[in-house]
């Protein structure tokens, strides 16, 4: 709702209020100030998909003439970041659609080129060199390294949460090393979050 959203807006900008017994039109007043106040230069709103979860039209609507009145009042722009759900709310209302003209959509990493290939093994290696184990290497080696790719479905984010969790796993049994064990308990763990199957 638009009094969620301000309420974020300003828990972010570090307000000490509560302001939850404020209505709506008092918070966008806040926000706006608070944005005046701070010499706001971008508002990035991450994770934009989540506005349009269990809303209904009107609601959509609202959230998004909050968003055009915004841009309007403070002459600041706003970006906005989220799955592809986010479109939702720039197609349900043609003037805030007219102010997000310039749209990039990122594509899940892929290994079908060369120069991916080579950027990935950079990226392993870097990441290897960070790992405090004796084996870090192993990242490296072609049959985790392929493996992980395509267990993590080309998402480099879920194949962060993979390694993290082997990480821990090593950790916690107090060894220097990874080992296949510590990956195949990582993904037996995370198969039950809903991102395994993006």
């Known amino acids: 709702s638009i009094k969620d959203l301000c309420l974020v807006i300003l828990k972010a900008f570090e307000d000490p209020v509560d302001n939850s017994k404020l209505t709506k039109l008092v918070l966008s007043e806040k926000v706006i100030n608070f944005t005046k106040q701070a ?14 979860e269990k809303s209904t039209l009107t609601k959509v609507d609202n959230l998004a003439n909050w968003i055009k009145n915004f841009i309007n ?29 310039t749209r990039y959509k990122l594509e899940f990493f ?20 960070k790992l405090d184990f004796e084996n870090s290497d192993i990242l490296i080696e072609k049959f985790y390294s392929i493996s992980l ?41 995370l198969r039950h979050y809903t991102y395994i199957n993006d």
């Open 39 to 52: 010499k706001t230069k971008l508002l990035i709103l991450d994770e934009f998909q989540h506005l349009t």
């Open 73 to 101: 009042v403070t002459r600041i722009p706003v970006l906005i970041v989220g799955m592809p759900e986010s479109e939702y709310v720039l197609s349900e209302n043609a003037q805030l659609s007219r102010r997000f003209y």
């Open 149 to 189: 790719y395509y267990v993590a479905n080309k998402n480099l984010a879920l194949f962060m949460r993979i390694i993290r969790f082997a990480c821990r796993i090593a950790i916690l049994e107090n060894v220097n090393y990874l080992k296949f064990e510590h990956f195949f308990h990582a993904l037996s763990e």
């Open 110 to 129: 892929s290994l079908s080129k060369k120069r991916d290939v080579v950027v990935y093994y950079k990226f392993l290696k870097s990441l290897s060199d």
